[in-house]
């Protein structure tokens, strides 16, 4: 069985794409074992790619009306909508806490679609309690087990662990796919070039 890791911080519109688009490639190929890997993107940025901090402070403009345009031609395909957060960047620290206590529950695809939803598409600020509290109760989740377990520092741990493991690997931002360990892609753009990958698996 190959496996496929998707490493994904809800913060980034560009993974809401690719998470959308996953779930569609996935359905094609139920032999691909999936796993879901949540972790902060602002970490990876801090670590090793700084630039993108460089980028939002003396934007292209030309590039920046082209990349905004680009999003929503993503966003049309895909069936779903980006707006523009008066909250950005987003604290995400909670959220993707949260995803491994939906991973445990068996809900991380409806979870995680619930606060790419909230984000970008109700443009909620997915940083607050009651913003996320709404989120768990809409997916099924216990919110008192919830908000005990994302607080918890074994569940602290798990997003730095998370986090440095995508350094480690080679990774430098959201989303990022690996199959069977190795074989890395960067962005929503490259489920084309997985897809061909999967398409030389035997049924």
Do not use: H
């Amino acid at each position: 069985m190959t496996k496929l890791e998707f490493f994904f911080d809800c913060s980034s519109p560009w993974t809401y794409l690719g998470f959308e688009g996953l779930q569609d490639l996935i359905e094609l190929y139920p032999q691909v074992d999936v796993v879901y890997k949540p972790f902060l993107v602002g970490g990876v940025f801090n670590a090793v790619n700084p630039s993108v901090y460089a980028n939002r402070d003396n934007p292209v403009p030309a590039k920046q009306a082209y990349s905004k345009k680009d999003m929503q031609d993503w966003a049309q395909l895909q069936g779903i909508k980006i707006g523009e957060p008066p909250v950005f960047p987003v604290n995400s620290v909670k959220a993707m806490r949260g995803a491994f206590v939906a991973i445990e529950e068996g809900r991380l695809v409806a979870y995680a679609r619930r606060v790419f939803q909230t984000y970008w598409g109700e443009l909620q600020d997915i940083s607050q309690d009651e913003v996320l509290s709404q989120i768990v109760k809409e997916v099924g989740l216990d919110e008192d087990k919830f908000f005990s377990k994302i607080n918890d520092q074994a569940y602290k741990d798990k997003l730095r662990d998370t986090t440095e493991e995508l350094i480690k690997r080679g990774g430098f931002g959201s989303p990022t796919i690996f199959l069977d360990e190795e074989d890395m892609y960067f962005g929503n753009d490259r489920l084309q070039l997985i897809e061909a990958k999967l398409m030389e698996l035997p049924e």
